[in-house]
Each structure stands twice: as C-alpha cells, then as structure tokens.
C-alpha cells in the first residue's frame, strides 16, 4: 500500500477507535419506559421520572462494560420512581446482562408472598454478572419469610451492593441458592440499613463445586460486607430461629476453596433467638459493633461446609449471653485478638490463639464506654479517657485484610493499643451515632438523604489504594462510585507497525490536521493520475 494511504488509513483507525458512540440520557415515563429499556447501549443513562410504575423492570440482554455501564435510575431526590410489584413476576428481574447500574428506585412489593425485589435467578441459564444495586428503598416484603429483598439463584460475581434500605422484609438478602450450585463470588456489600426482617438479615449460602462460566473469576476473591446496620426486632422466624448475617463456607476443593469473607465496620444490633453473626469457611470479622443478643453475638462453627480459617479482632461486643464462640475448630487456623466484650461469657469453645482482649460484665461497660445502651440514638461504646488500653497489639497476621488498620469510624489505629472497635484517644466519639439510618461510607461521599460522617483522628478507609476488594478479585477504592472504572483503559494488541487500535485517548488537533492534509493530497495526486492516463 502506498505510505500515504497507509497513513490515512491508520489515521482513520485510530480516530475510529477514539471516538466511540456517544453515551446518552434518555429520559423516560411510567407510559414509555419499557420500550426504551432495550434500545440501552454501553454508557447510556435511563432516568425513570417520579411516579409509579406498574409493569415491572425487567432487565434482559443488556450489557455494558467495565469502562461504559449501563445505568437505570429514578430522580436523585425529591418524589420517588415507584416500581409496584405484580403477582406473576419479581419486580427487578435481572437476565443475561452485566456491568450495569440500577439505583434509586422504591420498590414497593405490596405485602405480595414470595415476589423478590430484586432477583437474578434461573441458575446456569442466566449468565449475570458485575451488577451494582445501590440507593433503592424496598418496602412491603414482608408477605412471607421467603420474601427476598434481594435475591441471586444464579451462578454470578462482581456485585455491589451499597447503601440499600430495605425494611421489614422476610429477609434482607438471600445470595446463592440453598443447593450450593449457585455461588455469589466476589461481592461488594456495604452501606445498606436492613430493618426488622423475619428472618435473616443477610444469607449467603455455601457453595459446591463452581460450575464453570464464561469470565468467572479463577483466582481467590474476597466477598467483603463492611459499614452495613442490620437490625432485628421480636418477630420470631416460622422457620425457625436466624441469626442476622449467615455466611456459608465455600467449595472443599478447585476453584473458590481459597476464597473468603471479611466483615468489618458494621453495626449489628439484637437477636434473642440466634447468635448476630454466624460464619463458616474462611472469614475475618474485625471492628464492628454488636449489640444485645441472647446468645453468642459471633458463633464460628461447620454448618453446611467447615470452618477453615477464623480470624476475630477489635469487636466491640455489648450485651450478649457469650461474646464470641468457636463451635468449631478452624481447620486451617485462628485468632482473637485485641476484643472488647461485655456479656454473661466472654470466649469459649475451640479457641488457643488469643491475647489482648479484654472481658467485662454487662453491669461494668459504664466504666470503659461513653453510653452503654441497646437503645440506638442513645448508644455510644467509644472509649471513656484511658480506658479499653493495653498493651500494643500485634495485627500482623490480618495485614492482607482490607482495612485491617482502620478503626470503626475508619480513623487509624495508630499504637494499637485500644482494645474494641474504636481507636479511641478524642474527647468524644467523632464518628457517626449509632441509629437506625445507614451508616456512611468512610472516605466517600454521601448517598442522598445522609450527612457526612465526622472526620476521624487520622486518615479514613479509601486513602489507600488497597481499600475494597472488587468483584473479580481486584481492587476498587472505598469512594468510587457505580459504574466507575477503576482500572483504565488498555490498548489493543499491535497489528503489526501501522497503529494500535482499541486506545480511547481523544486524537490531539495536530493529528487530525495531519489527516487532512493527507487527505487532501492524495485527492489531488489521484486527479492528476486520472488527466494523465486520459484517452486522447
């Protein structure tokens, strides 16, 4: 090929390839949503008008990427976009998409038994995957304790979940199925209020021998559940007693056996049938406050799978029948370290490896903490002056956790010498009071409706670049947002000395005169060509 028309050629590539379709906004009612739902492309933004909608949102085939996702959102504040649930249908219903966006909305499920707000179900069938749910208030699932909030039954990863309300549903979140074919791999839970369910908070189930799926991750993950509040009250559960968060072990071998879960910064308050947290396969359960529970406020035992590895460190555990208890032993290890409690008994069971924690009567937490109460609004475990100290902490062996640094309040631990889920060492607690609303995300902006959290004694979780773990095992900063890309884009592969395609850098103005130019001579040589070679 002629070097210039080469030129003009690869000019044209890469101006191709710089200038994708562009994203768009495309606005919708009650009376045209549904036929605008499947025209999205990768980057485009459907915004649902106030109102309530009555047929469902049934989101099929669409996909956006990890740079361009596709979002569906109601108005940011004042007067809601309600999706009404209908008997025949969840009303989210996820199939076949990814890298999508869906935040909020009002889901209201009308006191309907067993319709999901939000579900991604159909097991193998349904290749979903990399899907945020952020900002929705469910209401009205309450009709049955098999009434899910939100709910996977299908095989799936990179989810994020974040700063959700969901009240007085017949559970929370149910992640995985009951079968333990369908994993939840990878997620990202945080930020959320979950009040008064039936039964469980949250469930995410134990999981089998993965199935193998386009894209999957291979590699370990982390599945990381942090500044959640997950409240209960006295209903009792018709299937039996359940403590509010239930995390199940993962496969014994292959893929996801080395696969784990890291519960930290969250807010668990009362259950006077079951323990608060109940773990098994590998987990770490740091710096969270638990509060009023007839039994063990941390119970790590086999359940459907084993206890491989525990790690339990600066809780701050307040009215409980036994602090934290080891049903089982970890076969691959543990630790309690550095524990503040104030229950009937402070550790027991299968437990070897443990120092600096510190265990109290119920009757005494008025001499270490600010306000001892189980009363939200008027609680407050931080530390009074010179109490809940000791001896430096050695953390060392939770240095891979996210976090592990970073108090309750995300301040830095400093000395490490506090023992409990607060650094402690201010006047008064500086952080956010313990209440029934969501809990803000240390280090990011606040969702709509919420105040920004206090500023802490030292840097907040999301400073460092090793802040959250993504859905694929990567890692995603504590403030970014959905639909934030977070790794950047990436040429494509060399096609041999002409140019690289797949860059999405703008071409600078000198490039695009260049081509013009090119362009302009090559006219003009192909004139002068065509006269030439002219029959006389």
Request: with cysteine; charged share 15%.
């Amino acid at each position: 090929m002629h070097p210039l028309r080469a030129a003009l050629l690869c000019g044209l590539l890469a101006l191709g390839a710089a200038a994708p379709a562009a994203a768009r906004t495309v606005n919708a009612t009650p009376s045209d949503y549904k036929s605008k739902l499947g025209q999205l492309m990768p980057g485009d933004e459907l915004v649902l008008a106030a109102g309530t909608y009555t047929q469902g949102l049934t989101i099929d085939g669409l996909r956006g990427t990890a740079q361009a996702p596709i979002t569906i959102r109601g108005p940011a504040s004042g007067a809601p976009a309600v999706i009404d649930a209908r008997s025949c249908c969840n009303t989210v219903e996820l199939i076949d998409s990814s890298y999508l966006v869906v935040r909020d909305l009002r889901l209201d499920g009308k006191d309907m038994a067993g319709i999901a707000a939000v579900s991604a179900k159909d097991g193998s069938n349904n290749l979903t995957h990399h899907i945020t749910i952020e900002g929705l208030e469910i209401v009205g699932h309450g009709g049955s304790q098999q009434t899910v909030a939100i709910s996977t039954k299908t095989p799936t990863w990179g989810w994020v979940i974040r700063g959700n309300v969901i009240r007085a549903a017949g559970t929370g979140m149910y992640l995985g199925n009951s079968n333990g074919a369908e994993p939840f791999i990878g997620g990202l839970i945080e930020g959320n209020l979950i009040e008064n369910p039936t039964g469980y908070c949250i469930q995410i189930k134990h999981q089998d021998a993965r199935p193998a799926r386009p894209g999957m991750p291979t590699a370990p993950t982390t599945t990381i559940l942090r500044h959640n509040v997950l409240i209960k009250d006295t209903r009792p559960s018709p299937d039996g007693a359940r403590p509010n968060l239930l995390l199940g072990g993962f496969p014994q071998s292959g893929d996801g056996k080395d696969d784990r879960y890291e519960v930290y910064g969250n807010l668990i308050v009362f259950n006077d049938r079951d323990s608060l947290i109940q773990a098994e396969g590998r987990v770490s359960i740091h710096d969270n406050v638990l509060v009023d529970v007839a039994g063990a406020a941390i119970t790590l035992r086999d359940h459907n799978k084993t206890l491989e590895l525990a790690h339990v460190y600066n809780n701050t555990i307040y009215a409980a029948g036994t602090g934290i208890n080891f049903g089982s032993q970890a076969r691959q290890g543990h630790a309690v370290v550095g524990n503040l409690i104030f229950a009937t008994e402070g550790i027991k069971g299968s437990v070897t490896t443990q120092s600096g924690n510190q265990t109290y009567a119920v009757s005494a937490a008025s001499q270490h903490v600010t306000s001892p109460s189980k009363t939200l609004g008027q609680m407050d475990f931080y530390p009074l002056a010179g109490q809940a100290q000791g001896a430096a902490l050695d953390l060392s062996a939770f240095s891979a956790d996210v976090d592990f640094d970073r108090d309750f309040n995300g301040s830095a631990k400093g000395a490490r010498t506090t023992r409990g889920a607060y650094t402690g060492g201010a006047a008064s607690n500086p952080g956010w009071k313990l209440a029934t609303t969501r809990k803000p995300l240390p280090g990011a902006p606040p969702l709509p409706g919420d105040a920004p959290i206090a500023s802490g004694d030292g840097p907040v979780a999301g400073d460092s670049s090793t802040d959250a773990g993504a859905a694929d095992g990567s890692i995603l900063p504590s403030d970014a947002r959905p639909g934030d890309d977070t790794h950047g884009a990436t040429a494509g592969a060399d096609d041999g000395g002409c140019c690289s395609v797949g860059a999405t850098t703008p071409p600078p103005a000198a490039l695009l005169l260049t081509l013009a130019l090119i362009g302009v001579t090559l006219r003009r040589r192909t004139i002068r060509n065509r006269k030439a070679n002219k029959p006389q």
